[in-house]
Every structure is written in C-alpha cells, then in structure tokens.
C-alpha cells in the first residue's frame, strides 16, 4: 500500500511537472516587479530642496504610522483591436510591448484580472481628462476584446456592468468617472468604437448620459468651453468634438457639431 501511495505522489509530481504552465514566466516578473515597486516605496530619504540662491532647506524624514496605498478614481474602458482574449493576454504578458491593463474581459464574458487594482497598469498612455494629465495614475484600465468593428457581446457587457458595480464600491468611484480610451486621448485613440453602449451603462450608474434635449443652447453657446467642462483635452478642437461624438452621439464621426449635438452637449454641460 505504502509502495503504491509513494508511487502515486512521484506520479503526480511527474504530472505536475510536465503540465504546460502558461504565463509562469510572467508570474515570477510581475512578483519581482512587485518587490521592486515595494523596495523603492521602502527607501526614505529627506527631500532635498534648494532655494533659488543655491541654500539648501533644512529636512529630515520621520515615519509616520498611519497611511495605505492609494485608490483608484477613474474606470477607463478599452478595446483591444485584437481578435481573441488569447491574443491579448499574450500581448500583456510581454515585457517588450510595454502595455497591460487590469482586466480584460472575453466576448463569452470571461473575465481575466491581470494586475493588482492599487498598482498602475499600462492603458492610457498620454492622457488628459480635466485637470488630470496621467490617467495610468488614478485610473483602472479594462479592456475588452473586440476589434473594434463588431457589436459588444451580451455576455460580455453584463460582466463588465458586475465587475464595474464591484470596483465602483470598493473604491468610491464618482458615476462621473467611468469614461473611455477615446476621452482621455482624443488626438490618438478610437475606442471603444461607436458601438459601445454607454447609455446602458449609464442607466446603470457608470458615467454620465443626458435627457432628452427639451431647449437648444442660445446662439452664443461656447462649445470649446463645455466639453472642457466635462473633462476633454481640447487643445485640438475637432479630435475633442469626434471623441465626444464618439461617446454621447453615437451617430456620425464628423468633427463638426450639429443642432442635436450642441443640444446632446448643452445638456451634459449643465450636469458636470
Ligand atoms: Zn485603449
């Protein structure tokens, strides 16, 4: 019996051993990045400061006992451009392609973690929203795979709705702040596309929608001026207007505003 019993745990070693291990090297880089991330956090040093005359102000460091990693604000959504959740994965997983994301979440609804919520993932990239210019730092990215041209899946939307009911609680996060990719960097991103379906997410309590528009905005109504109130970069006008179109329209892509748009924007201006 005892022969047998040791036979069966060789065995599974052997089993275990030769089973494919995927993602294991990336398992042991991400755990080595963590420990660099927390040995860096652990080095305190007083700030050096100098005056403009070149004297160095007094400091020192002293630890104080009450503090916890800081939280997220924002919730920006993505989609890959890619065509399988496999592909992605893969993609996040490389050191040399220098981007990732908290989740991704698969056309069946799969719903992949691949980095801790209280660290910053790779998404945005340049980035502005309001007075926010590095949105990697308060945000969580989501990407979710699609290629950009088809309709979101079912199942993929009601997991992202549960993960994003889960991470507004956890963190606090403003209805306001759930916004796309395309928001944050008009000038070079396009999703997710215009089929992605903000109302319903907004219906939801995740990002803002309007009512139907009763009044147009007076002649005089300072387009630039409300979409920089919601939060858009609009250092390049027209890349500001398709992103907004993009998001709040949903018809057309045309960077020019139209009755209906000034009144979809009119509305949302009066609520941020
Ligand atoms: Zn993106």
């Not at 379906?197 to 005089?220: E, H, R, V």
Request: overall charge neutral; hydrophobic content about 40%.
């Amino acid at each position: 019996m005892k022969t047998h019993y040791s036979l069966f745990i060789s065995l599974s070693a052997l089993l275990v051993a030769c089973s494919p291990k995927p993602y294991q090297e990336a398992k042991k880089i991400q755990e080595e990045k963590v420990q660099q991330v927390a040995q860096k956090m652990d080095v305190n040093l007083a700030p050096v400061l100098v005056d403009s005359l070149g004297n160095t102000i007094p400091s020192s460091y002293i630890p104080t006992v009450n503090f916890g990693s800081r939280k997220p604000d924002f919730v920006i959504i993505h989609h890959t451009a890619q065509d399988s959740l496999a592909l992605t994965i893969k993609t996040f997983t490389l050191e040399r392609t220098q981007v990732s994301a908290h989740y991704v979440i698969g056309r069946d609804g799969q719903v992949v973690q691949m980095l801790n919520d209280e660290l910053r993932a790779w998404h945005a990239g340049l980035s502005k929203w309001g007075n926010n210019v590095d949105m990697n730092s308060c945000s969580i990215g989501i990407e979710l795979d699609n290629n950009g041209l088809e309709p979101f899946s079912d199942p993929q939307i009601n997991s992202l709705m549960i993960l994003l009911a889960k991470l507004k609680t956890t963190y606090n996060i403003p209805t306001a702040n759930f916004i796309g990719h395309s928001d944050v960097a008009p000038k070079r991103k396009q999703d997710p596309s215009i089929l992605f379906p903000w109302k319903k997410l907004a219906d939801n309590g995740f990002g803002l929608w309007y009512k139907t528009p009763d009044m147009p905005p007076s002649a005089d109504f300072d387009i630039e001026n409300a979409l920089r109130r919601i939060g858009y970069d609009t250092s390049d006008l027209p890349a500001a207007i398709i992103a907004f179109k993009r998001h709040f329209v949903q018809i057309d892509l045309n960077p020019t505003m139209g009755d209906w748009d000034k009144c979809v924007l009119y509305n949302l201006y009066k609520k941020y």
